[in-house]
């Protein structure tokens, strides 16, 4: 019975604190307004006008995912005109009036072409680091100078071919080789290079495992853990020697167990048991998160040396909600969005319990999830530099600077790469900072009201459970 009223005081210090801390923080980034609320990123303000009509958003990143396909001038018009022509009533007039006159071949269609080349591609620039090393050496030493940390991110296609997949292996073991011995020469800082045991690796990477095979096959675990084995050792052992960081990014719900068990597996090999610069992800959309947490702690224990842990809601729920539908089977992720949030604050609570084995990267641009994961740290002593904030390269870049100036290590996950790619990547972002549900878009909001930002997921679930209950 004591037990459980100390639980129900932290947690309500919890709560209060996040409060505290998230109205605090909403404070100074309203002081900044100028630049936080211009919507400098919402570029040349295409996805503010997007975003109030969903049937133009949908033509438009539609046409985004196709325009590196489009080779001439000529096609880039048709394929505007074709996608627009069935939203033309939703246009603003000036753009009607173009995609009516402009023949593809002609100066205008021409003119057109360029002009949608050019915006997506600041687009892309928005959200992707660089295409070579020196332009992501050059973005990676900039967010250095603003006191930011950073893990690339190679962007890549669906892996078909051996040969495609050697090629992923390699663009990480060149980078590893190329930037690792420049990064590791810049002058130490303890607010991104300490954390509560002592130095961190500088140079860390991103990457995913179905990028390391031809076939990554949950049906053939056995041998697709061996091939992913095979390629990853390298990574590792490169890693290792020059000081470098890895960790495993998650993928869609099927990948999930393999990569979990290959993850545990080739860290459990001796050469890399002793060996704490790796890590992986956890998405707190799926009820799983708990379990496979708690199994990871298990083992992390059982290994005695910790691995990282990145929390995140997970970048698929579309996917995932659309696949289980189509093929009739259990949908694997929470279906409203006030469970991945109030999950995620679970496993955030699971994590800073146990930061020694599991080190947590809380990773999220959503102003409630990040002052909870900052009360609770604070509630529950563990030290500040003993987990970390990661974010997006590209978003919500006030927070950023925000968490940084206030002493928080901020880690932002880079991406990099060819523009083609780098296309699918650019519209997930783009879906999730238009979506209906997203925090971002809500907070850019110029009538957002802060206590609904901040309001506990629990209570907003037991809301729509009231609600439910009256409208039936
Ligand atoms: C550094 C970093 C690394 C990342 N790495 C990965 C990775 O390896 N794998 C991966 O999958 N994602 C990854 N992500 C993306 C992440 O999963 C989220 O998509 C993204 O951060 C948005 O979540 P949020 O907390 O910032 O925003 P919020 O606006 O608070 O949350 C949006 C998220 O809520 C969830 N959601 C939306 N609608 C619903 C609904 N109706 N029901 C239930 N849940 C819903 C979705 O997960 C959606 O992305 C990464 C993010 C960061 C910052």
């Given at each position: ?16 604190e996040t ?6 923080l ?9 630049t936080v ?7 040349d ?13 949908v ?8 325009l ?6 000529g ?7 074709e996608?627009f022509?069935e939203?033309?009533?939703h246009?603003p007039?000036?753009m ?5 006159v402009?023949?593809?071949?002609s100066?205008?269609g ?6 949608a080349?050019?915006?997506a591609?600041k687009?892309?620039?928005r ?8 332009e992501?050496?050059r ?7 603003k ?6 991110d190679l962007?890549g296609?669906?892996?078909i071919s ?7 292996q390699q ?5 590893l ?6 990064v590791?020469a ?11 045991v ?16 031809s ?5 053939d ?8 084995k095979e390629?990853?050792?390298p990574?590792?052992?490169r ?20 990569t979990?068990q290959?993850f ?9 048991r002793?060996?704490?610069d790796?890590g ?12 496979d947490l ?12 910790s691995v ?5 809601k ?11 539908e ?15 949030d109030?999950?995620?604050?679970k496993q955030t ?5 146990n930061?020694e084995h599991?080190?947590?990267?809380i ?8 002052s909870h ?32 100036e206030?002493?928080?290590r ?5 991406p990099?790469?060819?523009l ?17 549900e997203?925090?971002?878009?809500h907070?850019?909001?110029k ?26």
């Amino acid at each position: 019975m004591k037990k459980r009223s100390k639980k129900s005081s932290v947690s309500k210090q919890i709560e209060q604190e996040t409060q505290r801390i998230g109205s605090e923080l909403w404070e100074q980034l309203d002081r900044r307004k100028p630049t936080v609320f211009e919507r400098r990123w919402w570029l040349d303000h295409i996805l503010e006008w997007a975003m109030q009509d969903e049937s133009v958003k949908v033509q438009m990143f539609r046409f985004v995912d196709v325009l590196p396909m489009l080779k001439s001038s000529g096609t880039v018009t048709k394929h505007l005109q074709e996608y627009f022509e069935e939203v033309e009533t939703h246009l603003p007039v000036a753009m009607r009036m173009g995609l009516e006159v402009a023949q593809p071949d002609s100066l205008l269609g021409k003119a057109l072409a360029v002009n949608a080349r050019n915006n997506a591609r600041k687009m892309a620039e928005r959200f992707i680091a660089g295409t070579k090393t020196t332009e992501v050496y050059r973005s990676v030493h900039k967010l250095r100078g603003k006191g930011l940390a950073f893990s690339l991110d190679l962007l890549g296609e669906a892996v078909i071919s051996e040969c495609e997949a050697d090629d992923y292996q390699q663009a990480y073991l060149d980078l590893l080789e190329e930037l690792a011995p420049m990064v590791n020469a810049w002058p130490e800082d303890p607010m991104l290079d300490r954390d509560h045991v002592g130095w961190i690796p500088k140079c860390q990477i991103s990457l995913k495992m179905s990028g390391l095979v031809s076939h990554f096959k949950p049906i053939d675990a056995a041998g697709t853990s061996e091939k992913v084995k095979e390629q990853l050792r390298p990574i590792f052992q490169r890693a290792r020697e020059l000081d470098a960081y890895v960790h495993i990014d998650m993928e869609h719900y099927e990948y999930k167990d393999l990569t979990l068990q290959i993850f545990k597996e080739i860290c459990m090999e001796k050469e890399f048991r002793d060996w704490s610069d790796c890590g992986i992800v956890i998405q707190a959309y799926l009820p799983d998160a708990e379990d496979d947490l708690k199994n990871l702690l298990k083992w992390a224990k059982k290994r005695k040396t910790s691995v990282g842990i990145r929390l995140v809601k997970g970048a698929y729920w579309d996917y995932e909600t659309i696949t289980a539908e189509y093929r009739g089977w259990p949908c694997p992720v929470y279906t409203e969005k006030w469970q991945s949030d109030e999950n995620f604050e679970k496993q955030t609570l699971f994590l800073m319990k146990n930061y020694e084995h599991l080190r947590p990267a809380i990773a999220s641009h959503n102003l409630r999830s990040l002052s909870h994961a900052m009360a609770a740290a604070q509630e529950m002593n563990v030290p500040r530099n003993a987990w970390e904030i990661q974010m997006l390269y590209g978003m919500a870049d006030e927070q950023q600077h925000l968490f940084s100036e206030l002493g928080y290590r901020t880690r932002i996950y880079t991406p990099f790469g060819e523009l083609l790619p780098g296309m699918s990547y650019l519209v997930r972002r783009l879906l999730e900072n238009t979506s209906n549900e997203s925090f971002l878009r809500h907070a850019y909001d110029k009538d957002a009201n802060i206590e609904e930002l901040l309001r506990s997921p629990t209570d907003v679930g037991k809301q729509h459970s009231v609600e439910s209950t009256v409208s039936v």
